[in-house]
């Protein structure tokens, strides 16, 4: 990857529709993009991480989806139950099969209907995610690889193998609460102030409190916030805004030639408009087009956060739907309990 100017000059939105990020970093043709730098080796490499550990703890990276899940646009998640061998409950208003048990056994059984997009609640982005125009990561162009139940290419099938890596967790509002600054109470928890824009010098204090080690290509970062606090008890002020990075925090975390960043807002890069200037969603196209990174967006890392760890084997399982461009199934870390 070539040279990064870690500053927050706006590029040339002509000169990228017309090619200039093409060929992405890793070749003509390539469709890992940084899943590239997650070899055998590395894979191997991030279970030294557990090196030594007698206990070992398993933390969901995934917020619990519920009926009403606030999203962006008219993205929703609904979920009803199948009931089947008994009577439903009075004024139950899901789905009965039938009231009589099945067979000599008497067979009875419950199951979902779910009616949900894939970027909702915790979820990856994938290459396509975001583009200029129609055009996409690596010279990919929508009008050739669209479908009606998909993408042809750069789909979630083609990120390869489960991800399995490093993963590092900055937290930074928990840097923040130490000195009271810029963070509001949310339930008793601590969260960064809408829209407060997450700056270089936030991730190095961050990182150098931690103690945590110099980031190496194909590790997981992960920016800790403390917004997702607010689906349940403010879904409205949720989805108002949110907290993140911008140019120049994600030109310096893409440096590191990362296979996955997350954040446990519903969207990368801070909304306010003194930092973004109109530039609404600028960060997702340098990560998409320009870098080939994937970015997980609206993760829950409280439970990572109380249980102490910062460092952690991170895996990711997407649901492999032939044509989908993100993923809403979880990460997992998987960290020591060792002291």
Excluded at 290 to 306: S, T, Y
Excluded at 307 to 313: E, H, I, N, T
Aim: glycine fraction near 12%; aromatic fraction near 10%.
């Amino acid at each position: 990857m070539s040279e990064i100017e870690i500053d927050d000059e706006m590029y040339d939105i002509d000169a990228v529709a017309k090619g200039a990020w093409v060929p992405g970093p890793y070749g003509a043709g390539d469709q890992l993009g940084t899943y590239n730098e997650v070899t055998p080796e590395k894979r191997a490499a991030a279970w030294s991480i557990l090196e030594g550990a007698t206990r070992v703890q398993t933390i969901n990276l995934g917020d619990v989806l519920f009926n009403g899940y606030p999203g962006f646009g008219d993205r929703d998640y609904q979920q009803q139950l199948v009931i089947a061998g008994y009577a439903p409950p009075e004024g139950y208003g899901g789905i009965s099969k039938g009231t009589d048990p099945m067979g000599a056994t008497r067979l009875s059984f419950h199951e979902e209907r779910v009616q949900t997009t894939y970027n909702i609640a915790s979820k990856v982005n994938g290459l396509l995610h975001c583009g200029v125009e129609d055009l996409f990561y690596n010279g990919f162009r929508g009008r050739d690889i669209a479908r009606d139940h998909g993408t042809s290419d750069l789909d979630v099938v083609s990120w390869g193998p489960p991800l399995v890596t490093r993963g590092f967790l900055i937290d930074v509002v928990g840097l923040k609460a130490e000195s009271g600054e810029n963070v509001f109470e949310v339930n008793g928890r601590a969260s960064l102030e809408g829209n407060y824009r997450i700056t270089l010098e936030d991730l190095e204090a961050a990182c150098a409190r931690q103690g945590l080690p110099a980031f190496e290509p194909g590790d997981a970062i992960m920016i800790r916030t403390g917004w997702n606090n607010l689906v349940r008890s403010d879904p409205e002020q949720f989805l108002s805004g949110a907290p993140g990075p911008w140019l120049r925090e994600t030109r310096w975390l893409a440096s590191h030639r990362p296979a996955l960043l997350g954040i446990d807002c519903w969207v990368w890069g801070t909304l306010d408009p003194e930092a973004t200037k109109g530039f609404y969603n600028a960060c997702h196209q340098e990560l998409n087009m320009r870098f080939g990174i994937r970015f997980g967006e609206g993760f829950q890392f409280e439970e990572l956060a109380d249980s102490g760890a910062d460092r952690f084997v991170l895996t990711h399982t997407p649901l492999r739907a032939e044509g989908a461009t993100s993923s809403s199934v979880p990460a997992l870390a998987i960290a020591t309990l060792d002291d």
